[in-house]
């Protein structure tokens, strides 16, 4: 029996547990936290390590078509003239004068409130699932203190990068609920700036990279030329990222500093990359159900052509349901020529591969899956958290929460126990069993407590098997009980059928 917890609480649920168990704390909280900013503790660590192996397993090692990089985090800072970003990665920001408080222009949203065709104000929200709700419970407080009397008409919420000027002084600050303090919006860049070198001047400022990418595109050449690649190839990253947001918020949804897996599949310029960017649509699916995400949870945002960068061709985003609404996950984008061409005219080097298939030479065009670690832990600890109730010891059902990470990504694996910790003989069988499996995979050791409250501690943090070692499993036939966590069911295996059983449900069949 399984009830998804209410999506309101989820979120604040999450953070708790991350806490509590040792996945995620903010970042230098001794000194009361650092905003945007995010550490990963114990289990934590293992867990985004599993998604990062997961991905890396399946993208580069098990095709055949793509490599693997690791490039720089600084990098010359002609590369982000190049790529555009020193020009124009910015986002529109609005700063309240009277709190000081920063928002990101496309995230706040205000309205006219008009009663019988005459407006009596305005009012703000911030983006969030409640906005238009939100926004209209203000507008009747609005015309309630007005003591207005007729028709309200329906609020229409526009975000603030299309506020026109004579509608600046008069939407309310989110922050203080009056007008009159909110700025035009203006840019906002958001690379980290850094000098390199003895010499502080301008000739030294350096970026901390914004995205992966760069470094991909910036050792193109290298890779074509030592390697055995051909068209159509791709080139593979994971490392972090930095943005100065200026709105970090939802946990780790939107950090400052973050991870990203990224790959550039360059293809023919004449290649049908409709066909292909639907492949990668698909092989990115198919990845995220792998590592134990809902189907359902999933959807696909097209981005209108007319809101696309002028030189590129399409982009969707896979989009996953968080606990504070459908937002983007994953960004695959057909990028076209233009890196590559930007990269060859500012070095003066030439980006060309030569096909041997069609004996031609060009400049190849570009897909980019490109997706981060962070936020695809966030969507696994969404997906995984679940509250239910299960038997206890005396058959009493009891509430649970329960993780339910998939066994390929999970921190642990399974947990040994030894039923009573004052047998020698069942804690020196358990050792040796726990000691065999750890050869293999994380696993965890488990002594102290009733051996429900071990089930218990163990299912909190997504371990998916528990293996208990008992009188029969010394006295009897060898075999020990295997309780899987989803179902508390438990049955006798022997040592060979249970490391035959984990090697299929954590590593996958082989065929
Ligand atoms: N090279 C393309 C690129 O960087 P993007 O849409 O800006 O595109 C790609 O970022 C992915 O990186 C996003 O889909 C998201 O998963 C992740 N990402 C971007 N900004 C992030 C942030 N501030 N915090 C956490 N993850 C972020």
Known sequence: MTAPAASDHLMEAIVGLCKRRGFIFPSSEIYGGYNGFYDYGPLGVELRNNIKKAWWRDFVQCRDDIEGLDSSILMHPSIWKASGHVDGFSDPMVDCKESKLRYRADQLFFAPVIVDGATIGYVSVLESPEQQSQAEAAAQTLKRKAAAVGELAPIELKDYTEAQPEEYALVPSPATGKPGSLTPPREFKLMFETKVGP???????????????????????????????????????????????????????????????????????????????????????????????????????????????????????????????EQELWGIACRGDYDLKQHQTHSGKSMEIFDEASKRKYVPHVIEPSLGVDRTLLAVLTAAYTEDEVSNDKGKLEKRLVMKFSPKIAPYKAAVFPLLKNKPELVERAQKLYRRLQRRWNVFYDASGAIGRRYRRQDEIGTPYGITIDFETIEKDGTVTLRDRDTCEQRRVTESELFEFLEQQIDGPLD
Request: aromatic share 14%; hydrophobic share 40%; proline share 6%.
């Open 199 to 325: 010499v502080a001047d301008d000739s030294a400022t350096a970026y901390l990279r914004p995205e992966t990418a760069q470094g991909i595109f910036a050792n193109y050449k290298n890779v074509v030329d030592t390697g055995r690649v051909k068209i159509p190839f791709g080139i593979a990253q994971i490392g972090k990222a930095f943005r100065n947001e200026i709105t970090p918020r939802n946990f780790i949804f939107r950090s400052r500093e973050f991870e990203q897996m990224e790959i550039e599949y360059f293809i023919a310029p004449d290649a049908d990359w409709k066909t292909l960017h639907r492949e990668w649509l698909d092989a990115c699916i198919a990845w995220l159900v792998s590592i134990g995400l809902p189907r359902t949870a999933i959807t696909e945002d097209i981005h209108p052509q007319d809101k696309l960068a002028f030189y590129s061709q399409a982009t969707t985003d896979l989009m996953f349901e968080f606990p504070h609404g």
